[in-house]
C-alpha cells in the first residue's frame, strides 16, 4: 500500500539492543501520521522527517497502521527505508554459518544424530530475510519519483 501526503505529528525514538559483552544494534523509529493513517518506519539510519513535509511512503497495512519499508520525503528530496543489503548479506552468510552450527552439533552424542535436522530453519530464515528485502526494494521503487 502506498500513500502521499503531508506528515502530521511526527515523532523519533530509537530503540538499542544487545549491548555487554555482545555488540549492540540501534534501531531509528519514526511515527507519524498522513491524512489521519498511522505510519511507522523502522530504519538503521535516522529519518529526515517533520511535521509539514510532503512524503510518499509504502509498505503493508497491518492492524490499521502502515508498517512502511520505504519513504520519500518530497520536501527535502531524501530517502529512507528498512534496509536491504543488510538482509540479503545476512541471508548468504546465515546458511553458511548454520553448516557450520550444525556440524559441530554433530559431534555431541545426544543431538548429533538430528542435528541436521536443524538445518532447514536456518535456510528458512535466510528465505524470510531474501523476501524482504526484496519487498523493501521494491515499496523503494515505488516511492522514487519517475523521470
Known amino acids: 500500500m502506498e ?4 506528515v502530521e505529528n511526527c515523532q523519533h525514538t530509537t530503540r538499542v539492543t544487545g549491548g555487554g559483552e555482545s555488540s549492540t ?8 501520521r498522513i491524512d489521519g493513517h498511522p505510519v511507522r518506519l523502522v530504519s538503521g539510519k535516522a529519518v529526515n522527517l517533520a511535521d509539514g ?11 490499521g497502521e502502515l508498517y512502511a519499508r520505504a519513504l520519500h520525503n518530497i520536501s527535502t528530496n531524501s530517502e529512507s527505508h528498512s534496509g536491504i543489503w543488510n ?3 545476512k541471508a548468504i552468510v546465515l546458511p553458511v554459518f548454520g553448516i557450520f552450527f550444525i556440524a ?28 524482504t528485502a526484496v519487498a523493501t526494494y ?3 521503487t515505488r516511492v522514487r519519483p519517475t523521470m
Open 3 to 6: 500513500l502521499e501526503g503531508i
Open 25 to 32: 544494534t540501534t534501531r531509528f523509529i519514526t511515527l507519524f
Open 53 to 63: 513535509d510532503k512524503v510518499v511512503v509504502s509498505g503493508r497495512m497491518k492492524s
Open 87 to 89: 538482509r540479503v548479506i
Open 104 to 131: 559441530i552439533l554433530s559431534f555431541f552424542p545426544l543431538i548429533g544424530s538430528i542435528a541436521w535436522y536443524l538445518y532447514p530453519a536456518f535456510l528458512l530464515w535466510a528465505g524470510y530475510l531474501l523476501w
Open 138 to 140: 521494491v515499496s523503494l
